[in-house]
């Protein structure tokens, strides 16, 4: 049986461009640095052609500061994908910007066709079901003119809430397999993930929650050992990369790529 949500035989990713110093953030901790934010998405992106993607990598884009986060201007789902309408005034024209790279990755284009807003970021896929949590990014209009685009695919769209005070509902969740997230005390005490197994980051490791189930892998970001040894106790196995320099613009694993399969 195959596992359209976490089994991927392909992933687009976009280099972090020198004005990703310039990245939004909710809370100032410095900027990040263009060259150890250049390393740590190399080593990304092996990890991914070593969990067994054929990775795509763009050139930076220097006009748009959070280009490297490929994830929030796109849904792909069956191998189709759909270019979203970021919601940060300073991302939206992302989106036209990657519609190229799209039309010559994947099998299909749509465009989703909104007044509202849709972030990427805020979109957690099962093998049938897309989890929308509203936010800051995604509006209840966007979520509304995404639900036909996604039923035409051939999955059900679920709309949820991110929690208060949080950028996207995978800054605080992932996938780990068909029935199974890794989710913050927090969203897994809201009923997003009704009917699935939830293993908790654990106490203090909030941030470990951004990680993402790349075939036989579990990526999770450095620093997180007690939700790594939950994880390994359940039986998967982590690929701990370090995404330090990404944190400083709130971003994390799951951000950094679009993975699909053809
Ligand atoms: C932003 O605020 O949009 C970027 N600095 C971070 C985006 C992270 N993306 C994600 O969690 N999907």
Do not use: W
Not at 68 to 79: K, M, Q, R, S
Not at 144 to 160: F, I, K, M, Q, S
Not at 181 to 197: C, E, I, R
Not at 207 to 227: E, H, K, M, Q
């Amino acid at each position: 049986m195959t596992h359209p949500s976490f089994q991927f035989t392909h992933a687009l990713c976009r280099l972090p461009s020198k004005s990703v110093t310039d990245g939004l953030r909710a809370q100032d901790q410095g900027d990040p640095d263009p060259l150890a934010f250049a390393a740590e998405h190399a080593a990304y992106i092996s990890a991914l052609r070593d969990a067994g993607c054929a990775v795509t990598v763009l050139p930076a884009d220097e006009n748009f500061p959070d280009s490297v986060f490929i994830e929030d201007p796109a849904l792909v789902l069956n191998g189709t994908a759909i270019v979203l309408r970021p919601g940060a005034e300073t991302r939206l024209g992302e989106a036209a910007a990657l519609r190229p790279a799209l039309v010559e990755n994947m099998n299909n284009v749509v465009d989703l066709q909104t007044a509202g807003y849709v972030d990427g970021g805020d979109i957690l896929c099962t093998d049938d079901r897309v989890l929308l949590g509203l936010s800051a990014r995604t509006s209840e209009q966007g979520a509304a003119d995404l639900r036909p685009l996604v039923e035409a695919l051939g999955y059900t769209l679920h709309v949820l809430q991110t929690p208060p005070d949080i950028l996207h509902f995978k800054t605080e969740s992932s996938l780990l397999d068909e029935s199974t997230v890794l989710a913050t005390p927090a969203l897994a005490a809201s009923g997003a993930f009704y009917g699935m197994t939830v293993i908790e980051t654990a106490a203090g490791e909030d941030a470990a929650a951004n990680a993402i189930r790349v075939n036989d892998f579990v990526f999770l970001s450095a620093g997180y050992p007690n939700t790594a040894k939950r994880l390994e106790d359940a039986g998967y196995t982590s690929k701990i990369l370090n995404t330090s320099q990404a944190a400083l613009v709130d971003g994390g694993l799951s951000c950094m790529s679009l993975r699909y399969s053809l």
